[in-house]
């Protein structure tokens, strides 16, 4: 008794691409490659992404260092100066009262 599904599927996947059976069997490479020249390919690959994130980063790195130092020359220039206020102004008070 062969009975015919009601609802099949309006789109029914098929195959687009022809693989050939030779296609799959992989050649055996002819040298195995030295372990200097994998070392040699993946430092090359580093430099590459060091030199394109140092380019790319470099402009934020650089302002957020000056940021860095000129608060920290601001913050020990305030305190020099508040010294030399503090200084200046107990030398003034000190004139004043020898005046009197």
């Known amino acids: 008794m062969n009975t015919i599904p009601r609802?099949?599927?309006?789109f029914v996947p098929t195959l687009t691409e022809v693989v050939e059976p030779s296609s799959l069997i992989r050649a055996a490479p002819s040298t195995s490659p030295d372990v200097e020249e994998i070392i040699q390919s993946v430092m090359q690959r580093v430099d590459r992404?060091?030199?394109r994130?140092?380019?790319e980063d470099?402009?934020?790195m650089l302002r957020n260092m000056m940021t860095e130092q000129l608060h920290t020359l601001?913050?020990?220039?305030r305190a020099e100066l508040a010294l030399v206020v503090q200084q200046a102004?107990?030398?003034a008070m000190a004139l004043r009262e020898?005046?009197?």
């Not at 609802?7 to 309006?10: A, E, F, I, Q, S």
């Open 7 to 10: 609802n099949l599927p309006r």
């Open 53 to 55: 994130r140092l380019r």
């Open 89 to 91: 102004v107990a030398e």
């Open 98 to 100: 020898d005046e009197h």
């Open 58 to 60: 470099a402009d934020a």
């Open 74 to 77: 601001q913050l020990s220039l």
């Open 49 to 51: 992404v060091l030199d």
